[in-house]
């Protein structure tokens, strides 16, 4: 499978991963801070929480993870979490924003 295509996959399979707390996908959040294809199909991911002691944090990196590794043609999945720089509203889509009402 091309790069391109795989990395759709696996943004779809980021959309279905939601935030317990929030009802919007970590990716429309604005969670995702990056998506690395390496060689032989394996992925690293960036990505923050909303806050650093989110109660949720091994619930929705453990699903990251386990959701990307079942994407066809994915070899293997490293979760990097990052707080830098920190999350906020602004990285949210427009489309989180609008369904939380914040727009």
Known sequence: MNEPLLRDK????LHTIYDPEIP???????????????????VH????????ACPAA???LGEVETKVKAVEG????????????????DMMSDEAK???GWL
């Open 98 to 100: 609008l369904e939380l």
């Open 10 to 13: 696996i943004e779809e399979a």
């Open 24 to 42: 919007v996908n970590i990716y429309e959040l604005g969670l995702i801070y990056k998506i690395d294809m390496m060689e032989d199909n394996n």
């Open 58 to 60: 091994g619930e929705i």
């Open 74 to 89: 994915v070899n293997e999945v490293e979760v990097r979490l990052t707080f830098d720089p920190p999350w906020d509203r």
């Open 45 to 52: 991911i960036y990505m923050t929480l909303t806050a650093p």
